[in-house]
């Protein structure tokens, strides 16, 4: 039995098969996603598992190289953006309109649905090398 990092064999197997440049999303109860594209459902209930709960679990098993959000989170959720950036500081990325973000996510090579209930709190990462150039 595996007893540190992420549990969820599904979301871990993901996880592990994830190449340099492949993108994936964390996304709230809400956001859609794309027919086609895996969905690991970690939404319990509302809140439950947070945003912020799953970023930290990914981020401790995940090279993220850039990433993407929608400038929405600027006006509407400046703190989960502030966690972010610090999370993920030097990190490139961009801010697009939420309806971009929406296309975007059919690229993906699968999305982590939460139970996020708070505006904007979707992020599409894209997988960096955990190796030295």
Do not use: W
Not at 27 to 48: F, N, R, T
Not at 82 to 93: D, T
Not at 116 to 126: D, G, H, K, S, V
Request: proline share 8%; net charge negative; glycine share 8%.
């Amino acid at each position: 039995m595996k007893k540190r990092g992420i549990l969820n064999a599904q979301l871990s197997a993901y996880i592990a098969a994830l190449g340099h440049m492949d993108t994936f999303m964390i996304g709230d109860a809400g956001m859609p996603i794309p027919e086609g594209v895996p969905v690991v459902d970690l939404a319990l209930c509302g809140g439950v598992p947070t945003f912020i709960q799953t970023m930290d679990a990914v981020l401790e098993e995940a090279e993220v190289e850039f990433y993407t959000l929608a400038e929405e989170i600027h006006e509407k959720n400046p703190k989960l953006l502030a966690y972010i950036q610090e999370k993920l500081p030097g990190v490139g990325h961009e801010f697009i309109p939420h309806t971009e973000l929406k296309k975007m996510s059919a690229n993906t090579r699968f999305a982590i649905r939460t139970g996020e209930f708070t505006p904007y709190p979707n992020i599409i990462l894209r997988a960096g090398v955990a190796f030295p150039a």
